[in-house]
């Protein structure tokens, strides 16, 4: 019912949020950098939070990131870098969005807080300022730095030839996909379920009862189709355009999803921009026939494509064809799942192991016989025409084959050089006063500003 998609929170932003959560007697002062205070609970805050994603850092890793949080901070208010407050509001909620997807609703997360939801994003407002600023000031002092050929070569050159790392096998495939879909007729079976459960409500029957029974949303179900409090990005836009128009205690009509099914809504509460709803999902499944359908107009484009081996054609054909959004207007390019510049380079180890099985048999230039495809998380299946558009074997690094990869390396250690350039510059001219506890630490020798100690006068 909800969209889905990763919203990546890092441990620092976590340890925002629990600074906001809990405000305890503070022992004793860690660091004083500038104008700012580190106290040892923020330390322990931030640790907490590390081990809550099952993590077990180093304290002094973590006194050094905030020291180091400290100066940018200082600094772009010297440099006048600043953060919207509208940016600020919006990365709030994105945080909330998150926290409230994780727990299940907006009730828990504030049964966790022990506040509201509101009173809790105001609390947190100056910790993710601060955060955002240092980030900030962070491509601030990085970003007229440029990677030239000859900064890639030379950084492959410094590494030593036994230390090279070695790349999986990659490859390049693209796919045309064929969902089945149900006529008019096998929707109405399900269209008129889900009526039928809406009237028994109507008449008396109860909504919690009824959606554990039988509503196939598996995020709510078990919770008598309770969805909690939510704002308008956190639903699809069927769902949404009923939740906002309906008072409380209304009921919508039997609507359809085209990726999920057909949905009845009831508003409980609304808060300002969050609405409180429960609903019932019936997801019709997809028939013998329709998938026979589907095989049937996969085989017609695999046919016109294998027509005088139209590979030039396959581009064109996922955009006329494929219903995939993700891959549809890419040319069929299926994305590596894991990296950050989304790539269509993947290694066969990232690979969907089904895909894998298929192109593992193919030749590059290729086009696959359509395929009975099952997703893994969904159980839904489809038909699915495969191209395998190149294949790099597992190798060592080198400059020819990789060197958008290197540069990528090459970019990375220049940008922590110049990070680590600044903070060395930046320190010595900050005031900086660590514990002693702390100053023991190999990650903060040379941080805090020398004590000169005043001549003694012989008596």
């Not at 410094?158 to 495939?173: Q, W």
């Not at 909504?207 to 029974?213: N, P, S």
């Not at 993700?326 to 790539?343: A, D, F, H, M, V």
């Given at each position: 019912?909800?969209k889905f998609?990763?919203?990546?929170?890092?441990?620092?932003?976590?340890?925002?949020?629990?600074?906001?959560?809990?405000?305890?007697?503070?022992?004793k002062?860690?660091?004083?950098?500038?104008?700012?205070?580190?106290?040892?609970?923020?330390?322990?805050?931030?640790?907490?939070?590390?081990?809550?994603?099952?993590?077990?850092?180093?304290k002094?890793m973590?006194?050094?990131?905030?020291?180091?949080?400290?100066?940018?901070?200082?600094?772009?208010?010297?440099?006048?870098i600043?953060?919207?407050?509208?940016?600020v509001e919006a990365?709030?909620?994105?945080?909330?969005?998150?926290?409230?997807?994780?727990?299940?609703?907006?009730?828990?997360?504030?049964?966790?807080l022990?506040?509201?939801i509101?009173?809790y994003?105001?609390?947190?407002?100056?910790?993710?300022?601060?955060?955002?600023?240092?980030?900030?000031?962070?491509?601030?002092?990085?970003?007229k730095?440029?990677?030239?050929?000859?900064?890639?070569?030379?950084?492959f050159?410094k590494?030593?030839k036994?230390?090279?790392p070695?790349?999986?096998?990659?490859?390049?495939?693209?796919?045309?996909?064929?969902?089945?879909?149900?006529?008019?007729?096998?929707?109405?079976?399900y269209?008129e379920?889900?009526?039928?459960?809406?009237?028994?409500?109507?008449k008396?029957?109860?909504?919690?009862?009824?959606?554990?029974?039988?509503?196939?949303?598996?995020?709510?179900a078990s919770?008598?189709?309770?969805a909690?409090?939510?704002?308008?990005?956190?639903?699809?836009k069927e769902?949404?355009?009923w939740?906002?128009?309906?008072?409380?205690?209304?009921?919508s009509?039997?609507?359809?999803?085209p990726?999920?099914?057909?949905?009845?809504?009831?508003?409980?509460?609304?808060?300002?921009e969050?609405v409180h709803?429960?609903?019932?999902?019936?997801?019709?499944?997809?028939?013998?026939?329709?998938?026979?359908?589907?095989?049937g107009?996969?085989?017609?484009v695999?046919?016109?494509?294998?027509?005088?081996?139209?590979?030039d054609?396959?581009?064109?054909a996922?955009?006329?064809?494929?219903?995939?959004?993700?891959?549809?207007?890419n040319?069929?390019l299926?994305?590596?799942?894991?990296?950050?510049?989304?790539t269509?380079?993947?290694p066969?180890?990232?690979?969907?192991?089904?895909?894998?099985?298929?192109?593992?048999t193919?030749?590059?230039?290729?086009?696959?016989?359509?395929?009975?495809?099952?997703?893994?998380?969904?159980?839904?299946?489809?038909?699915?025409?495969f191209?395998?558009?190149?294949?790099?074997?597992?190798h060592?690094?080198?400059?020819e084959?990789?060197?958008?990869?290197?540069?990528?390396?090459?970019t990375?250690?220049?940008?922590?050089?110049?990070?680590?350039?600044?903070?060395?510059k930046?320190?010595?001219?900050?005031?900086?006063?660590?514990?002693?506890?702390?100053q023991?630490?190999?990650?903060?020798?040379?941080?805090a500003?020398?004590?000169?100690?005043?001549?003694?006068?012989?008596?």
């Amino acid at each position: 019912m909800r969209k889905f998609g990763i919203v990546i929170l890092s441990t620092v932003l976590f340890a925002a949020a629990a600074n906001a959560q809990q405000k305890r007697v503070l022992d004793k002062i860690v660091a004083v950098v500038g104008n700012s205070v580190i106290l040892q609970s923020d330390i322990e805050l931030m640790n907490t939070q590390y081990i809550m994603q099952n993590a077990h850092p180093d304290k002094c890793m973590l006194a050094q990131s905030l020291i180091t949080q400290k100066l940018l901070i200082q600094q772009a208010a010297i440099d006048s870098i600043v953060v919207k407050q509208e940016d600020v509001e919006a990365d709030v909620d994105r945080r909330m969005r998150y926290m409230i997807q994780k727990a299940g609703g907006q009730d828990k997360v504030e049964a966790y807080l022990g506040r509201s939801i509101l009173q809790y994003k105001e609390d947190i407002q100056n910790d993710v300022r601060e955060i955002m600023l240092a980030e900030r000031m962070k491509g601030h002092i990085t970003e007229k730095l440029n990677t030239t050929p000859q900064d890639v070569k030379d950084y492959f050159n410094k590494i030593p030839k036994d230390s090279l790392p070695t790349f999986n096998k990659e490859v390049e495939v693209a796919e045309i996909v064929f969902e089945p879909k149900l006529s008019k007729e096998e929707k109405d079976i399900y269209r008129e379920k889900s009526q039928a459960l809406l009237d028994r409500i109507k008449k008396g029957e109860d909504f919690g009862t009824l959606a554990t029974t039988y509503s196939q949303d598996p995020g709510s179900a078990s919770q008598g189709g309770d969805a909690g409090f939510n704002d308008r990005n956190q639903f699809i836009k069927e769902y949404t355009g009923w939740a906002f128009k309906l008072k409380a205690g209304e009921y919508s009509p039997v609507f359809e999803s085209p990726d999920y099914g057909f949905f009845f809504l009831q508003v409980l509460e609304r808060r300002g921009e969050q609405v409180h709803t429960r609903h019932i999902l019936i997801s019709p499944p997809f028939t013998a026939a329709s998938l026979e359908r589907t095989k049937g107009k996969a085989d017609t484009v695999f046919n016109l494509l294998s027509k005088d081996n139209k590979v030039d054609f396959f581009a064109t054909a996922a955009s006329l064809y494929s219903d995939s959004k993700e891959t549809k207007y890419n040319g069929g390019l299926i994305l590596n799942p894991e990296g950050e510049s989304r790539t269509t380079i993947i290694p066969t180890d990232k690979l969907d192991p089904q895909i894998a099985a298929v192109i593992d048999t193919m030749k590059v230039g290729s086009i696959s016989k359509p395929i009975v495809y099952t997703d893994a998380r969904s159980g839904k299946s489809s038909y699915r025409i495969f191209y395998l558009k190149s294949v790099t074997n597992a190798h060592k690094a080198n400059l020819e084959q990789d060197f958008p990869k290197i540069k990528q390396f090459a970019t990375e250690d220049k940008t922590a050089r110049t990070i680590s350039q600044w903070f060395a510059k930046k320190r010595k001219e900050t005031y900086i006063k660590i514990d002693p506890q702390y100053q023991a630490c190999p990650v903060l020798t040379g941080w805090a500003t020398p004590v000169v100690e005043s001549a003694q006068v012989k008596p």
